[in-house]
């Protein structure tokens, strides 16, 4: 099973095409972040209440779900370039409708379309970056997915400044959509075109594209459990790092938010820095010991009593999971079995279902015990996932796997220089 090289692309246009999907992550977490930071406006609007908007957020979910699951088997059959720019204009549009919600039904539409359009995008901008990442024949992943953060990051500053100028909610995310549309305008000309990715060889994949029935690959459900994990124990800190601080060790809100602050910010600094330890030490290498440091922080976050220790764990969390994620995804995309766009989307698809299921599964075990005991689920987890980092093996559809290819060497003619 042999996949087919990556054309040549002139080493200019590939920095363009590098630029241009740093702006696409970019703008995706800008638009999530600045739906974030008007729960509050839009839940006044609408009337709901915390319970109602409980449920209606799940339609987040379930739309993002539906979205991966379409937009995967689209980008093979279209390119990753057009869905790329089909999920943004989509998501561009979406992110002003909860602000135009008027009840809990409209609100539920808008957030599951919402959602579909998020989906959509992420998994269509993942595989346009493992096109522009195999032509670089080095890895290059995490630094997107770090975009996404700083664009989340941006999203809530700009987003929150709004809000205390007085803007209101259909305003702020107007302003939203339209910087989207803005920087992804500027983005599109640099994507890299259907004629630029390569195309698989493999029968399997032929199957999928002919439309033979075929069976999701055993190292997809590999790469989709790790993924699954993971991205569990990531949405774990997301909703209850300032919970667990408040309950613990009885701070008040205004401290306990540091704990999420830690895990962002080296959850970021890691993604910017991941791609050179890659270069060294191997995807496998990283998500192994990445998995072992992110347990490491949650052992100090529930055995410590002293908040800045408490504090520290959250951060060795956020470092160990900050490179793993990403280096999932460029295995996916670069299986030799199935096809790109499908095979990402299956992975993606249950790495984001672990990011919802991690903080109910918290939640539920607090109920009966409590957070700090209920945090041991992520630990074990992370544990798991150290087991099944061997999945990330390169292919021989992987660059970096070709014995010819120095993956820490820039190409002749297929990369830039820095």
């Given at each position: 099973m042999t996949t087919a090289k990556s054309p040549t692309i002139d080493p200019a246009r590939l920095r363009r095409a590098r630029v241009s999907v740093f702006g696409t992550f970019g703008v995706g977490g800008l638009l999530l972040a600045m739906w974030v930071v008007n729960i509050p406006a839009v839940q006044e609007r609408t009337g709901v209440s915390h319970?109602?908007?409980?449920?209606?957020?799940?339609?987040?979910g379930a739309g993002a779900?539906?979205?991966?699951?379409?937009?995967?088997?689209?980008?093979?059959?279209?390119?990753?370039?057009?869905?790329?720019?089909?999920?943004?204009?989509?998501?561009?549009?979406?992110?002003?409708?909860?602000?135009?919600?008027?009840?809990?039904?409209?609100?539920?539409?808008a957030l599951f379309v919402f959602g579909f359009a998020n989906g959509a995008l992420d998994v269509a901008m993942n595989a346009q970056a493992v096109v522009v990442e195999r032509a670089y024949r080095r890895p290059i992943?995490?630094?997107?997915?770090?975009?996404?953060?700083?664009?989340?990051?941006a999203g809530a500053l700009l987003g929150a400044g709004?809000?205390?100028a007085g803007w209101s909610v259909s305003a702020i995310l107007l302003a939203s959509a339209l910087t989207g549309v803005v920087v992804m305008a500027a983005c599109v000309p640099g994507l890299l075109p259907r004629a630029d990715e390569d195309t698989p060889t493999d029968p399997a994949a032929a199957g999928s594209r002919t439309g033979r029935r075929v069976g999701i690959p055993r190292t997809v459900w590999l790469l989709g459990a790790?993924?699954?994990?993971?991205?569990?124990?990531?949405?774990?800190?997301?909703?209850?790092?300032?919970?667990?601080?408040?309950?613990?060790?009885?701070?008040?809100?205004?401290?306990?938010?540091?704990?999420?602050?830690?895990?962002?910010?080296?959850?970021?600094?890691?993604?910017?820095?991941?791609?050179?330890?890659?270069?060294?030490?191997?995807?496998?290498?990283?998500?192994r010991y990445g998995s072992l440091i992110g347990a490491s922080g949650l052992v100090l976050v529930t055995a410590s009593d002293w908040l800045w220790l408490t504090l520290a764990g959250w951060a060795v969390l956020g470092l160990g999971l900050s490179g793993s994620v990403p280096q999932l995804f460029t295995a996916a995309g670069n299986l030799r079995e199935g096809t790109q766009g499908v095979n990402m989307s299956r992975?993606?698809?249950?790495?984001?279902?672990?990011?919802?299921?991690?903080?109910?599964?918290?939640?539920?075990?607090?109920?009966?015990?409590?957070?700090?005991?209920?945090?041991?689920?992520?630990?074990?987890?992370?544990?798991?996932?150290?087991?099944?980092a061997g999945s990330l093996r390169p292919t021989a559809a992987d660059p970096a796997a070709d014995p010819a290819v120095d993956p820490a060497a820039e190409p002749a003619a297929g990369s830039p220089v820095h």
């Open positions: 319970a109602t908007l409980g449920l209606l957020l799940l339609l987040i779900f539906a979205g991966m699951q379409i937009s995967g088997p689209l980008a093979d059959r279209i390119g990753t370039r057009t869905t790329t720019v089909a999920g943004a204009a989509l998501l561009c549009l979406t992110v002003n409708l909860p602000g135009l919600a008027y009840d809990a039904a409209t609100l539920g539409f992943m995490s630094a997107f997915h770090a975009l996404f953060s700083i664009g989340g990051a709004l809000i205390a790790t993924a699954f994990l993971l991205m569990l124990a990531e949405g774990v800190a997301n909703d209850w790092s300032a919970l667990q601080i408040t309950e613990h060790l009885g701070e008040p809100a205004s401290v306990a938010a540091l704990g999420y602050g830690a895990f962002a910010v080296t959850m970021t600094l890691g993604r910017l820095v991941t791609d050179r330890i890659v270069m060294r030490v191997g995807p496998v290498a990283v998500v992975v993606v698809g249950m790495g984001y279902l672990g990011l919802l299921a991690g903080p109910a599964l918290v939640g539920w075990i607090a109920e009966f015990t409590s957070l700090n005991v209920a945090l041991l689920a992520p630990l074990l987890f992370c544990l798991v996932a150290v087991l099944l």
